[in-house]
């Protein structure tokens, strides 16, 4: 780009670029999950950051990672690839059964929290208790902070439901399911990661 | 218009006309704004108190009983966190941000309202939580704005029983609503834009609000991590941040945490926000040069990547701030050349501000007079940045008064007077009224005068050594007696400036009443809030048809134009296709680009 382009001048092109179709449209609120997504990300990344240098100082000791992790990964994963089955049966019009897998999605996320409670209590059963040890304390605020995101994208996932019940057009209804699909990938991502990060460390 | 477009108009607003849904419950941008704006202004009345409390203390030394050891660190550490976080953060993107972004962009209001009016109300709910600590006992928490653990959570510290835990709650709430508001910010720029306005064609303060909500999304997380595992260390006694620690003759449980863990963290969000701060300034302030100056903007391509350059350069400074928490001399060589590069574009930015004023048709406004007061306080603050971000200067001057000099100069008074000018600018727009001029002109020249006053002699006392953050100099040596006068002086002139800023609160009620009726562009700017059919405008800022944007915000004094302004919705004029058809009449700066005729527009 040369210095004499004078970008605000008028190159036939303005109205393309800014087309004036705003509003909270999929495009939109699209949009508006993936900056949520970016700030949850420097969230999460600051965690991992902290945990990190944490760990090189005194009193750490290595979490034993409780056994129902491993079938809570597998729950998490599985909600994820029904919310994108959902959205993919949605696109097609068959709304019977892209409901019933939108449901059981949501589902697995409530039963992920559940599990993730039950690996709060066998810690707690072994007496790993947060202030011991600062890697237990890790493990307590980064599991809580992952559920109560996790919590939130449920709230969403209420909201498609009752929009899919109350006889919402077809494309807000698969909607719906498209950005909680997303959100349900992220989520897994970002469980994934720290999974990774609790098991090497 | 046919019947049916006003129809569907009318359908699609559902303007709320119950008072309750109007003015309260709004999901309106511009109430929204009006609440967030007046909620930061009573907070900032409290810190403003606070300051006078403050200087009552360094001025006339036991004279008042009441201010004791642990009121004055209450005193310094609610002012700091409240100017900080609840005024000018809150102000300029809830406040400027919320009023400014729909109306300039062209469109109807903020793209997820809901979520507008919920991030209010939750940063009300921040601001309850955090005046709540003056009320719990051993009242607020006196840790220093920065909250450095051990001593922010340990006994001994006031405010150890409920002001901190308080104060931590109060932030991660306000993160929460920050969060809210900044995703409609930013998609709102990115998707809501009207019919023509490109992104090198919105008006600089959009840019600046947006570049700072960015930075704000992506800083405040490290707060949020900062807060959160504070938090936890004071209540359920982890050790993230603490290390085995001896207090009172007793140990504590804690062991093995670094207090500079939580520095890196907390500075990490600490510097963004102080050009979280600026940039909204440093946009605005060139949106009021330019039109009271009757001139484009000089360099506004330049401008835009400066804003940018800054945003992204000030995530890697951070360690600046902690040259005397003790750091490898490399880090602290890495941490000085980028903190002294951050010059290069702050450097543009002012060049331009003062080129656009250059040979310009200055009109001496009161807008006008708060943003060249502006430029000059910003120039001086940077310069004595420059100072500060070498180590070997820093690290004698870090502990004295030259560093408050330093900042208050830099990111407290000189986005404060963007502030004011942007008010006396948009109270027009706002109300439908002129704020008073005659009291506008005592509070600019007070404030403008009376905050050197203040400031400029603080960095005497810098250099003398005076230490920051003493309660009182009695008994030491090597302050002269000389130190407790100047003290004096600037209590006095703080007290002046403080009552300024009253009057300037009464001028802004008594206008609303009394004040001169505005017509709807009194100052004739070009960019599209002021081109509304209403003014103040109304519920859905455009009434049935949304503008069309041709031009940038800054065509002012464009020659052979009929007026010296072209809004930004004026189509294409007779002389601008004369001139594209016979570039060799005219010189080349003034040359239009081919404008498709389209209809639409003013």
Redesign the interface.
Known sequence: MSILT???????K??D????D???SL???R??LF??I??AT??FS??AT?YY??MM????QVLVEPWILWPNTAVLLIGSILMHWATRLGRRGDMVRARRMFMAGGVAGILFLLGQIMAWQQLIALGAY??VN?AN?FFY?ITG?HGLHLLGGLVAWGRGLRKSASGAAADKVTASMELCGTYWHFMLLVWLGLFLLLLVT | MTDETAKDYDAEMHEPTHFFTKYIWSQDHKVIAVQYSITAMAIGLVALVLSWLMRLQLGFPGVFDFIDQEAYYQYVTMHGMIMVIYLLTAFFLGGFGNYLIPLMV???DM??PYLNMLSYWVYLLAVLVLVASFFVTGGPTGAGWTLYPPQSILPGTPGYDGGIILMLVSLIIFIVAF?MG???Y???I????????????MPLSVWGIFVATFMG??AF??L??SG??LL?DRV?????FM??IVSLGEPL?Y????PL?FQ??FW?FGHPEVYIVALPAFGIVSDLLSVHARKAIFG??MMVWALLAIGVLSFIVWAHHMYVSGMDPAFGYFFAVTTLIIAVPTAIKVYNWTLTLWKADIHLTIPMMFAIAFILTFVFGGLTGLFLGNVVVDVPLSDTYFVVAHFHMVMGVAPILVVFGAIYHWYPKITGRMLHEGMGKVHFWVTFLGTYAIYFPMHYLGFVGVPRRYYDYEDIEFIPDSVADLNMAITIAALVVGAAQLMFIYNLVWSLIWGKKADSNPWKANSLEWQTPDTPPKHGNWGVE?P?????A?DFSVPGAAEDYMPQNMP?QPFEAHRAAHPEEGPEEDK?????P?EGGT
């Open positions: 004078k970008p605000w001048l008028d190159d036939g303005a109205f670029q800014a087309p004036g705003g509003g909270a495009k939109t609120t949009l508006g900056v949520f970016g700030v420097a969230l600051l965690f902290a240098m944490r100082l005194g009193g750490w947060a202030r600062p304390a605020l902070l | 062209g469109a109807r793209v997820f969060t900044g995703l409609n930013v998609t709102t990115l998707q809501a834009r009207a019919r023509g306005m490109t992104l090198m064609r999304l992506l997380p490290a949020f991590v959160v595992m936890l359920i006694g982890t050790s993230f290390p085995e449980a062991g093995g945490g670094s863990l890196h963290l990490f506004y391509r949304m069309t944007v041709y031009r940038w800054y294409p239009p680009g081919e404008d498709k389209e």
